[in-house]
């Protein structure tokens, strides 16, 4: 079975699902932030989720997406994403 992949990049991107990762030490927490830019026909406003387990916000995001057919992408300055979650690429621009 394939893998997902997901995308990571350093900051909101105003067409996709952004799911934001972040190391509070003891604990990795996760916040799901959808732009209405990603989605305008679909929805009304931004939605921005509270703070909760990292593992929870991936699952929550990956069913948001799969009901508004946007693409996920991963903000993760803290290192905090598990290879059993899938793999995380970023893309590099041909030089």
């Known amino acids: 079975m394939a893998r997902n992949r997901f995308e990571q990049v350093d ?7 952004n799911l934001t990762l972040i190391d509070r030490g003891e604990t990795q927490v996760g916040i799901v932030h959808c732009p209405k830019t990603a989605a305008a026909d679909l929805m009304a406003t931004d939605l921005t ?3 909760v387990p990292a593992l929870q ?4 995001a990956v069913q948001l997406a799969n009901s508004k057919k946007i693409p996920i992408v991963v903000i993760d300055p803290g ?17």
């Open 79 to 95: 290192r905090v994403w598990k290879s059993e979650w899938g793999d995380l690429w970023r893309y590099e621009e041909d030089e």
């Open 11 to 17: 900051e909101l991107q105003p067409d996709a699902i």
């Open 49 to 51: 989720s509270e703070e």
């Open 57 to 60: 916000a991936l699952a929550a």
